[in-house]
Structure formats: structure tokens, C-alpha cells
């Protein structure tokens, strides 16, 4: 059997008294996009930076390749992509430049790889003469993907490529990893927007350190133990208040233009909760069934 | 104007950097109260002018009053009378709760007494009064970004500009955050916000949607959906910011 791209055995690590992450476990397969889905604090830099050598775990062990992070992270260096969280090119040389910088940097060259790159750089390709730091957020983006895969890496490490990105670049930079999945590269990618989960074959959740559930997105879905709806009124605002002052419902949150509330109970129905809300004195009042979103799940497992 | 009904009005607002056009004729009004969602792609040029809003900056042409006070004529006036929160960097990490209350407060004028009172009742809001010694640095972002939001109203602003507040921030904390956006514009502070989260841009009354330097849309979150005929706003951001 080959050996998977990236494991980590009880892996920990340790700023003086703070714990970044406590001892986790996982396996990524070959070819897989695997997402660290968390929020600011989780730890998903701490593990990033483990994988891509540049950080030494406080205990544990992880592999890239089958190569060891500590022992052998002159090899692993030659077979990973990193794309850091804070854009890290030079901002002082031109798009172009600072491609050839890192193709030469890994002993290759732009052209020997360029069908690696084409899909992405294509769109850069209008800009090259262009220096790093006039680029737009999007543009800055594309052109760090690109050179993390100049030099046809077996294994992409992106720590957060889509944070702080509009909403339309962030779907035009899932589509680019779904293609680039085609060419047989592992992605671990980490992101805090919940909701960039179901572009995952799998995604850990992750918690102050603490992985909450490792999964494909629609069996984490289906793993939700709870009765879930969604309730909408003239007065989204009210509805949350009400909601929580009834005895059934758990737990009532805002999402977008609806409020979820949850329940333990099995026997919850809507109709009944949509003549309370009507006798709240609530008007154009919608309650349905629904089946959870990433984001409720997150929201219940970290509960517990 | 009437200084009653819009904390700001914009009237043809253009902003050039060199030959860049960063904000290309805006128009718009926020009514006072209101909480207004200020949406737009990457580089369409938000952050210019929210600067000009916050009389940090200038406009090249065009007419902009925040608070009643002509951007042109008295930004000091209008700093005194906004608030301000960056995505980061807004408190100091090395100093504790408490003294990032003070420092902001002092820079605003007000006096020792009136600080420790309305600090008392702003942490009281978020039950953290025990936390007060604390240092920023040793607690969650959650955290962070409920007092940066707090310490951005100490000196009870007409209007406070969030700049991405909740991006990072766990999906909990996110919803708690909004919780005491409505609080604050229910206690009359009108909020002017950007974020990335879409679902975010429906808790707004209003917002507005730029791109390339123009507003390309902008009213209520259910007349927008019903205008371009989309289930969410984030249909709507993304069939216009596609063109």
C-alpha cells in the first residue's frame, strides 16, 4: 500500500504556556483536497508551518512523502508547494520575476513546468511586467499559487489563500484547486470560512487546538444529531429572543436571512412552533424542517 | 441638508490616486440608525471611501457631510463624532482591557470618571467587568473584536465604521458579534460595516454593492434579492461583480 501524503500522530505543539495545538491525528490521502476548517486561533498555521517544516513539533510526529518533518525536511522541501497566510512574494519585482525567482530557487525553470501553472497564470499572464505589490488581492493570490507550484510539487500546503478574499474570488480560487486536483497533487488547504468545506473531499474541524470531527462534508452533515429548523418572520431580530424563551429549543442563531434554532427533541414540529411565534405577535412567519449546513455543525460540536 | 434623516451623504464622490480612479462618482445616503452593509469585491475601493467618511482623507471632487460636518471643511469636527474599528491592530495587545479603554477614551477627551463609568457599562454588556485586568494579548479574537467594537464607541460616536470585524472570528462568535451590532444601533448609533461573509450583508437594513470604484446596487437586502432575482445576496454580489 503507498504511503499517505501527510500523517500526523499525536502531534502538539506549545507557545510557553499556550497550547496552539494539543495532540491530533490524521491521514490525508494521495489526491485528495483536505481542509482545516477553523476560526483564527484554532492552530491551523501552527500545523501548516509542522507539514511544511519551517516549525519543529513540541510532540509527535508528522510525515510528508513518508518523510520525516524533522529528519528529513531538506527532502520534503523539494516536494511541497506553501502558500503562507500573509503574502510573501517580493513586492518590488515583477510578476514575472518573482516566478523565475522561485523556478530557479527549486533548480527548474518556468517553461519546463508550465502546464502545471497555465491555468492559473493564464490569467496573470496580461500583468507580468506588473510589480507583485501593485497587484489586486485576487491577482496577489494567483500569482502565490503559482509559485508555490513552479517547481511540480507532490504536496500544496495553503495556509488560508481565501481569507480577507470577496466572495467571487474565492469561488474562481476553488476552481482553480479542483483543476489542479486533475494533475494528482495532495492539497491541504486551511480556511475559516465554513462554508468552503463542501469544496473538500475531507475537512477536520478544528478548535483551539483540538480537531472537533474528521469527515467527508456530507457525512459530518448526516452525523448531526439534532432537530434542525429555519424560521423567518417580519422581525428577525424579535424571532431570536422568542425562539430562545421557548422550552423545546436549544439553541437559536442568525444565518443570513433566516434564524436556525435547534432542538433535542424528536417530536418538535414546525406547525407548532409557528403558532407561537404567530401568537408572539409575529407576522409573515415561515418554519421549516432543514438538514444543517457545515456551519451548524461546527456550531454544535464546538458546544460540546 | 437634512441633518436629521442621513447621518451621511455622499454626493458624487470621486477619489484619484494618479490616473487611478479609486471611487468613480458615488451617491449615496446612510440614514441615522441605520445599519448599513458596505459591500464590494477586493480593490473596488471601500476602504477610500471609508477613509474620506471618516475625514481621513479627501475627496478629489464631490460633496461628502458625515454628522452633519463637511468632509472638506471640518474633518476634526467629524472625528470627534465617528468611531472607528479596523479589521486588526485596533487594540493594544501589550495593554490590558481596561487600559485600552482609557487610552481611547483620553484620546477622545473624556475625563477619568466618565471612562471608568461607560466602560463599566459597555464590558458590562459583554460580561467581561472580570476580565479587566486582563491583557488583550492572553484572550480569544472573539473576545478582542466584541471590546475593539467597544472601545470604537467609548465616546459615544454618532456612527461607528466596522472594517471587516468578524473576519476569522469563529462561527459563534460571529453571531454574538452581530448581536451587539443590533444592541448598538438600537441604542442609536447608526453602523456602517464591510464584510466578505455574505450571509452577513443580510442582517443589514441596507447595503450597497461596489465595484470598480462605483456603486452598482444598493437598498434593502430583500429588494435586492428581488430585483436581480436571486435567493441570497451573495447571488446578487456575484452576478454583479461578474458583470
Redesign the interface.
Known amino acids: 500500500m503507498a504511503v499517505q501524503p501527510i500523517i500526523a500522530e499525536d502531534l502538539g505543539k506549545s507557545y510557553g504556556e499556550i497550547k496552539a495545538i494539543g495532540r491530533i491525528s490524521f491521514a490525508v490521502e494521495k489526491g485528495e483536497i483536505f481542509g482545516i476548517i477553523?476560526?483564527?486561533?484554532?492552530g491551523k498555521s501552527t500545523l501548516i508551518r509542522i507539514l511544511a517544516t519551517l516549525l519543529l513539533p513540541g510532540e509527535g510526529r508528522a510525515q510528508v512523502e513518508g518523510l520525516d518533518v524533522v529528519k528529513d525536511y531538506r527532502q520534503i522541501r523539494k516536494l511541497i508547494g506553501y502558500m503562507p497566510g500573509r503574502f510573501s512574494l517580493y513586492h518590488d519585482l515583477s510578476v514575472e520575476e518573482n516566478l523565475n525567482f522561485y523556478a530557479t530557487i527549486f533548480g527548474t525553470t518556468v517553461s519546463e513546468n508550465y502546464d502545471m501553472i497555465r491555468d492559473i497564470y493564464i490569467h496573470l499572464e496580461p500583468f507580468k511586467r506588473r510589480l507583485a505589490g501593485h497587484l489586486?488581492?485576487?491577482m496577489k493570490q494567483k500569482l502565490a499559487l503559482s509559485c508555490a507550484l513552479v517547481h511540480k510539487p507532490h504536496v500544496l500546503l495553503l495556509d488560508e489563500p481565501t481569507?480577507?478574499?470577496?466572495?467571487?474570488?474565492?469561488?474562481d480560487f476553488w476552481e482553480l484547486l479542483k483543476r489542479l486536483q486533475e494533475k494528482e497533487i495532495t492539497i491541504l488547504v486551511s480556511t475559516?470560512?465554513?462554508d468552503e468545506a463542501a469544496r473538500c473531499d475531507r475537512v477536520a474541524l478544528i478548535?483551539e487546538g483540538h480537531i472537533l470531527n474528521i469527515d467527508r462534508p456530507d457525512s459530518i452533515i448526516q452525523g448531526y444529531d439534532r432537530s434542525l429548523f429555519s424560521a423567518t418572520s417580519d422581525n428577525?431580530?424579535q424571532l431570536?429572543y422568542d425562539l430562545r424563551s421557548y422550552d423545546a429549543v436549544e439553541s437559536v442563531?442568525?444565518?443570513?436571512?433566516q434564524v436556525h434554532f435547534n432542538s433535542l427533541s424528536e417530536t418538535l414540529d414546525a406547525e407548532e412552533i409557528q403558532h407561537f411565534l404567530t401568537e408572539k405577535g409575529h407576522h409573515r412567519v415561515t418554519v421549516k424542517r432543514i438538514n444543517p449546513n457545515i456551519?451548524d455543525c461546527?456550531?454544535a460540536l464546538?458546544?460540546k | 441638508m437634512t441633518e436629521e434623516k442621513n447621518i451621511i451623504e455622499v454626493r458624487d464622490l470621486v477619489k484619484k490616486f494618479g490616473n487611478f480612479i479609486a471611487n468613480d462618482h458615488l451617491t449615496f445616503d446612510v440614514k441615522r440608525g441605520e445599519i448599513f452593509g458596505f459591500l464590494g469585491a477586493n480593490g473596488a475601493g471601500k476602504t477610500t471611501a471609508m477613509k474620506i467618511m471618516c475625514g481621513l482623507s479627501s475627496p478629489t471632487s464631490g460633496i461628502v457631510r458625515v454628522a452633519g460636518y463637511s468632509v472638506n471643511d471640518n474633518p476634526d469636527a467629524i472625528k470627534k463624532r465617528v468611531g472607528y474599528m479596523s479589521q486588526r491592530f485596533s487594540l493594544y495587545e501589550d495593554l490590558t482591557v481596561e487600559e485600552n479603554f482609557r487610552f481611547y477614551g483620553g484620546i477622545y477627551g473624556m475625563t477619568g470618571k466618565k471612562i471608568r463609568e461607560k466602560s463599566n457599562v459597555l464590558l458590562g454588556r459583554l460580561d467581561l467587568i472580570p476580565y479587566r485586568k486582563r491583557l488583550i494579548r492572553s484572550l480569544p479574537l472573539g473576545w478582542k473584536q466584541k471590546i475593539a467594537f467597544s472601545v470604537a464607541i467609548i465616546h459615544d460616536p454618532q456612527i461607528v465604521f466596522l472594517d471587516e470585524p468578524t473576519t476569522g472570528v469563529d462561527p459563534l462568535a460571529r453571531r454574538q458579534f452581530w448581536e451587539l451590532i443590533y444592541s448598538t444601533a438600537a441604542g442609536g448609533i447608526t453602523v456602517f460595516v464591510t464584510t466578505h461573509y455574505m450571509d452577513e450583508a443580510e442582517y443589514c437594513e441596507r447595503v450597497s454593492i461596489m465595484t470598480e470604484g462605483k456603486i452598482v446596487a444598493i437598498g434593502t437586502p430583500a429588494d435586492l434579492k428581488q430585483k436581480y432575482n436571486a435567493t441570497s445576496i451573495e447571488a446578487v454580489f456575484l452576478r454583479l461583480a461578474r458583470n
Not at chain 1, 38 to 42: F, K
Not at chain 1, 163 to 171: L, Q
Open positions: 477553523g476560526p483564527d486561533g484554532a489586486s488581492g485576487g481569507t480577507g478574499v470577496d466572495a467571487v474570488s474565492r469561488i475559516p470560512y465554513m478548535q428577525p431580530h431570536l442563531f442568525p444565518f443570513g436571512d456551519e461546527f456550531i464546538m458546544k
